[in-house]
């Protein structure tokens, strides 16, 4: 059963535009809501958190939107650039169960020049 | 930096071999986990470890083990590889606190084929 639903399987955006990848969950005891980014050849890296308390988050060109009573949550990419062509992994945990994550299925995100 | 080191990148296996993945972590992380990561199936736990000596069982742990004997080092081992089982294999590892402090560090994975 997954538990974390992402969406799309795979993107290509062209230079400049902006990139969206979705996810839904269903445990509302989730607490904590990660992105991993991954590059070819390497580990997946966290690349930006939100807590349910707040509606967005932004680092940079890199933005987590949060909708709890959809139970969604997005990751906006402005300005996408050839360098963000990689794996994103959206992310759940309810940090009182223990430090165990769960991963949704995963976008390759193109980013053509 | 938190490392996470994997023993090899890539392993070429028969089925039915005992296979033995390696990692270390140099950090003092107390947590240490092994996912598998498998197209459109994201990143699933295999087993993790909260300290030396324990281990509990993540989602998919049919045909697969796990040692912890010092706290930097847990090791994947796979009883009798099966096709089934080639796959990506991450370990990561994490402290024990609140997780927006310091989240999983991976370390690059071992593409194991089984053959």
């Known amino acids: 059963q997954q538990q974390v639903k992402q969406s799309p399987q795979s993107l290509i955006v062209q230079k400049g535009g902006i990139s969206i990848i979705n996810c839904a969950y269903e445990?509302?005891?989730?607490?904590?809501f990660p992105w991993y980014q991954q590059f070819p050849g390497k580990g997946p890296a966290l690349l930006i958190a939100i807590r349910p308390d707040v509606s967005e988050k932004k680092e940079g060109r890199f933005t987590i939107s949060f909708n709890k009573s959809a139970k969604q949550f997005s990751l906006h990419i402005m300005d996408s650039q050839p360098g963000d062509s990689a794996t994103y992994f959206c992310?759940?945990?309810?940090?009182?169960?223990?430090?165990?994550?769960?991963f949704g299925e995963g976008t390759q995100l193109t980013v053509n020049p | 930096d938190v490392k996470v080191t994997q023993s090899s990148r890539y392993l070429v296996k028969r089925t039915g071999e005992k296979v033995f993945l390696e990692c270390v972590q140099d950090m003092d992380h107390e947590n240490m986990f092994w996912y598998r990561q498998d197209p459109g199936l994201g990143l699933r736990l295999i087993y993790f470890s909260y300290d030396v000596k324990m281990k509990e069982k993540g989602d998919i742990p049919e045909g697969y083990s796990v040692s912890r004997e010092k706290k930097e080092r847990f090791s994947l081992i796979l009883e009798s590889a099966s096709t089934n089982q080639t796959s990506m294999y991450l370990c990561?590892?994490?402290?024990?606190?609140?997780?927006?402090?310091?989240?999983?560090?991976f370390g690059s994975g071992t593409r194991l084929t089984v053959v």
């Open positions: 445990n509302t005891a989730f607490d904590y």
């Open positions: 992310a759940a945990i309810q940090e009182t169960s223990g430090s165990r994550l769960t």
């Open positions: 990561a590892s994490s402290l024990i606190m609140r997780l927006s402090i310091i989240g999983y560090t």
